[in-house]
C-alpha cells in the first residue's frame, strides 16, 4: 500500500463547527471543530470520561449539541442514518438472532436471495464461516465483535463510527481485531471515526490522530499519521508519533 | 443420562408413596386413606365420570383466567415497562394490590359476578395477572439501550422496533413470568372452587369431607391437583426452552 492514504485531496464528509455540549453546570465539550475527508480513519483520543463519546453521539446523531452543529456531506446532522453505523463493544449484537440473522438485521427490505448473497459475503469477510447458524452466546468476544463489525457493514453505509470497540477484548485478540480491521476496510473504504483512550490502538489504525483534552473537552492537536500499513510497531517513526502523542497528553515514556 | 435422572425421580416419588403406605399402616388409622385406597377412589371417580368433569371444569375456569389475565397483562406491563412515567404513577397501586390474596377478593367477586363460573374466573384473573404485568414490566425496562439505538440507527420505525427489538428481547423473561403466573391461577382455582361453585377439584374435595367424610376421594383430588400442576409447569418450561 501506498503511504498512510491521507486523502488530503479528497472533500470534506464530515464537518463539526464549534460544537459543544452541557449538561446543567458541567460543561463536557467546549467548541471542537474537524473535518474528516472521505475514506479517512480518524481517531478520538482522549483519557476516560473527557467526553469524546459524547462527541461521537453528537455526530452519530444520537446526541443534540448545546451549541455548534455537524454536517455530513454539507447536511445538518438530524438524527441516527443507515448511511452511518455506530458500532458499539460487542454486546450490541442481538442474542436472540444467529450470526446470519444478526448481520442480515438492517437488510428486511431486500429480497431474500439478495439478503441471503450479502450476509454470506460479509460473513467471509469477517472470519465467521462456520458460525452462521450460532448465537452470540457460543461466541467469544472478539467473534462478537466481528459480528457487530458485518452487521454494520451489510448496509453499506458510507461512515462508520466506532465507540471504543475493543475496549472489552483481552490485548492479544485486541491486536487481531486491529489488523482485521485494516484488512477489512482494504476490501471496503468507509469514513471512520473511532473513538480510543488508546494510544497505541491510535497510532496503529489512524490516518490521524485527534488528540483531546480532559473535559471540558476540546482538540489540543491534530497528528497525522504518516505511515503506510502494515505499520512497523517498532520502526523509528511509529515510535515517534507514539511519543509526541504521550508528550502532548503530558506523560512520561517511562514506568 | 436423562434417563438416569427420570429414574432417580421415580424413586423419589415411589419412596415417598412407600412411606406412606407404611405410615397409614402402622397408625392403623380408618380416618385417612393409604395411596391404594386412593388410587381406587380415584378409579372410582372415573368410573361414575366425575374425574373428567371435574377436572374439565377447573381447566376450564384456569384457562379462562389465565389467558384474560396473558391478554390483560402483556400490555398493560409492557406499556408500563416502555413509558417510566406511567410506572411511577401506577406502581404503588400494584404494590398495594400484591400482598393481598386473590381468595381475598372472593366475597367481593361473589358480590360483583354472583356464586358461579365467572366469580371464579375473575380471581383466577386476578391472582394470574399481577405476576405478569410486573415480569412484563421489568423485562421491558430491562432491555439494553444499545439494541434500541442500533434499532433507530438501521432505520426501524417504532413498529418494527416493538417487534424485530423489544419483543425478543423481553420474551425470555415475559415466559417466566407466564410460567409463575400458571402456577398461582392452578393454586388460586382450587380455593376459589371451594367457595364459589359446585364443580371443579376444589369443589370435589369439600364435597367429599362433607357428603361422608371420604378422605379417599379427598386425597384423590388432592393428588389430581398435584399431579396436573406438575403437567402444567412441565409444559411451560418446554416453552421456555423452545
Given at each position: 500500500?501506498?503511504?498512510?492514504?491521507?486523502?488530503?485531496?479528497?472533500?470534506?464528509?464530515?464537518?463539526?463547527?464549534?460544537?459543544?455540549?452541557?449538561?446543567?453546570?458541567?460543561?463536557?465539550?467546549?467548541?471542537?471543530?474537524?473535518?474528516?475527508?472521505?475514506?479517512?480513519?480518524?481517531?478520538?483520543?482522549?483519557?476516560?470520561?473527557?467526553?469524546?463519546?459524547?462527541?461521537?453521539?453528537?455526530?452519530?446523531?444520537?446526541?443534540?449539541?448545546?451549541?455548534?452543529?455537524?454536517?455530513?456531506?454539507?447536511?445538518?446532522?438530524?438524527?441516527?442514518?443507515?448511511?452511518?453505523?455506530?458500532?458499539?463493544?460487542?454486546?450490541?449484537?442481538?442474542?436472540?438472532?444467529?450470526?446470519?440473522?444478526?448481520?442480515?438485521?438492517?437488510?428486511?427490505?431486500?429480497?431474500?436471495?439478495?439478503?441471503?448473497?450479502?450476509?454470506?459475503?460479509?460473513?467471509?469477510?469477517?472470519?465467521?464461516?462456520?458460525?452462521?447458524?450460532?448465537?452470540?452466546?457460543?461466541?467469544?468476544?472478539?467473534?462478537?465483535?466481528?459480528?457487530?463489525?458485518?452487521?454494520?457493514?451489510?448496509?453499506?453505509?458510507?461512515?462508520?463510527?466506532?465507540?471504543?470497540?475493543?475496549?472489552?477484548?483481552?490485548?492479544?485478540?485486541?491486536?487481531?481485531?486491529?489488523?482485521?480491521?485494516?484488512?477489512?476496510?482494504?476490501?471496503?473504504?468507509?469514513?471512520?471515526?473511532?473513538?480510543?483512550?488508546?494510544?497505541?490502538?491510535?497510532?496503529?489504525?489512524?490516518?490521524?490522530?485527534?488528540?483531546?483534552?480532559?473535559?471540558?473537552?476540546?482538540?489540543?492537536?491534530?497528528?497525522?499519521?504518516?505511515?503506510?500499513?502494515?505499520?512497523?510497531?517498532?520502526?523509528?517513526?511509529?515510535?515517534?508519533?507514539?511519543?509526541?502523542?504521550?508528550?502532548?497528553?503530558?506523560?512520561?515514556?517511562?514506568? | 443420562?436423562?434417563?438416569?435422572?427420570?429414574?432417580?425421580?421415580?424413586?423419589?416419588v415411589?419412596?415417598?408413596v412407600?412411606?406412606w403406605?407404611?405410615?397409614?399402616?402402622?397408625?392403623?388409622?380408618?380416618?385417612?386413606p393409604g395411596p391404594f385406597k386412593v388410587l381406587a377412589g380415584v378409579v372410582d371417580l372415573a368410573r361414575r365420570g366425575l374425574l373428567v368433569r371435574h377436572v374439565v371444569a377447573s381447566l376450564f375456569r384456569v384457562?379462562?383466567?389465565?389467558?384474560?389475565?396473558?391478554?390483560?397483562?402483556?400490555?398493560?406491563?409492557?406499556?408500563?415497562?416502555?413509558?417510566?412515567?406511567?410506572?411511577?404513577?401506577?406502581?404503588?397501586?400494584?404494590?398495594?394490590?400484591?400482598?393481598?390474596?386473590?381468595?381475598?377478593?372472593?366475597?367481593?367477586?361473589?358480590?360483583?359476578?354472583?356464586?358461579?363460573?365467572?366469580?371464579?374466573?375473575?380471581?383466577?384473573?386476578?391472582?394470574?395477572?399481577?405476576?405478569?404485568?410486573?415480569?412484563?414490566?421489568?423485562?421491558?425496562?430491562?432491555?439494553?439501550?444499545?439494541?434500541?439505538?442500533?434499532?433507530?440507527?438501521?432505520?426501524?420505525?417504532?413498529?418494527?422496533?416493538?417487534?424485530?427489538?423489544?419483543?425478543?428481547?423481553?420474551?425470555?423473561?415475559?415466559?417466566?413470568?407466564?410460567?409463575?403466573?400458571?402456577?398461582?391461577?392452578w393454586?388460586?382455582v382450587v380455593?376459589?372452587e371451594?367457595?364459589?361453585v359446585s364443580s371443579g377439584l376444589g369443589f370435589l374435595i369439600v364435597d367429599a369431607r362433607n357428603a361422608g367424610n371420604r378422605y379417599d376421594l379427598v386425597v384423590a383430588g388432592m393428588v389430581l391437583i398435584g399431579v396436573i400442576g406438575l403437567c402444567l409447569?412441565?409444559?411451560?418450561?418446554?416453552?421456555?426452552?423452545?
Open positions: 500500500m501506498v503511504a498512510a492514504a491521507a486523502p488530503t485531496a479528497a472533500p470534506v464528509k464530515i464537518g463539526l463547527r464549534g460544537v459543544q455540549m452541557r449538561y446543567g453546570a458541567v460543561e463536557v465539550l467546549r467548541d471542537v471543530s474537524l473535518d474528516v475527508r472521505e475514506g479517512e480513519l480518524v481517531c478520538l483520543l482522549g483519557p476516560s470520561g473527557c467526553g469524546k463519546s459524547t462527541l461521537l453521539n453528537i455526530v452519530g446523531g444520537f446526541l443534540e449539541p448545546s451549541g455548534g452543529e455537524v454536517r455530513i456531506d454539507g447536511e445538518p446532522v438530524r438524527g441516527p442514518d443507515p448511511r452511518r453505523i455506530f458500532v458499539f463493544q460487542e454486546r450490541g449484537v442481538f442474542p436472540w438472532l444467529t450470526v446470519e440473522g444478526n448481520i442480515a438485521f438492517g437488510l428486511s427490505k431486500l429480497a431474500a436471495a439478495e439478503r441471503a448473497q450479502i450476509v454470506a459475503h460479509y460473513v467471509e469477510l469477517v472470519g465467521l464461516e462456520g458460525f452462521e447458524r450460532a448465537f452470540p452466546d457460543e461466541l467469544s468476544g472478539g467473534m462478537k465483535q466481528r459480528v457487530e463489525v458485518a452487521r454494520a457493514l451489510a448496509v453499506k453505509p458510507d461512515v462508520l463510527y466506532l465507540d471504543e470497540p475493543f475496549g472489552a477484548l483481552d490485548s492479544i485478540t485486541r491486536l487481531q481485531m486491529r489488523s482485521e480491521l485494516l484488512r477489512i476496510l482494504q476490501a471496503e473504504k468507509k469514513t471512520i471515526l473511532f473513538v480510543t483512550h488508546d494510544i497505541d490502538e491510535s497510532v496503529q489504525l489512524a490516518d490521524r490522530v485527534v488528540v483531546m483534552s480532559t473535559r471540558p473537552a476540546t482538540v489540543r492537536r491534530i497528528v497525522e499519521i504518516d505511515l503506510a500499513h502494515p505499520r512497523d510497531l517498532s520502526s523509528r517513526r511509529y515510535l515517534e508519533l507514539r511519543d509526541s502523542i504521550l508528550e502532548e497528553i503530558g506523560l512520561a515514556h517511562k514506568i | 443420562m436423562r434417563t438416569r435422572k427420570l429414574l432417580l425421580s421415580l424413586s423419589g415411589a419412596a415417598l412407600a412411606l403406605s407404611l405410615g397409614v399402616a402402622l397408625h392403623r388409622t380408618t380416618i385417612l384457562t379462562w383466567g389465565y389467558v384474560l389475565a396473558v391478554v390483560v397483562g402483556i400490555p398493560v406491563g409492557l406499556c408500563l415497562g416502555w413509558w417510566r412515567r406511567a410506572h411511577r404513577a401506577v406502581d404503588p397501586f400494584l404494590q398495594i394490590l400484591r400482598p393481598i390474596s386473590p381468595l381475598a377478593w372472593i366475597p367481593i367477586s361473589i358480590l360483583w359476578f354472583g356464586v358461579g363460573d365467572r366469580a371464579a374466573v375473575f380471581i383466577i384473573f386476578l391472582g394470574a395477572v399481577l405476576p405478569i404485568i410486573v415480569s412484563a414490566t421489568n423485562a421491558v425496562a430491562a432491555v439494553p439501550s444499545v439494541h434500541l439505538r442500533a434499532a433507530r440507527n438501521f432505520g426501524l420505525s417504532s413498529r418494527e422496533v416493538l417487534v424485530r427489538v423489544i419483543f425478543p428481547s423481553v420474551l425470555p423473561q415475559l415466559i417466566v413470568g407466564m410460567r409463575l403466573a400458571l402456577g398461582v391461577a393454586l388460586v380455593a376459589a371451594m367457595i364459589a409447569d412441565a409444559g411451560m418450561r418446554r416453552l421456555e426452552r423452545a
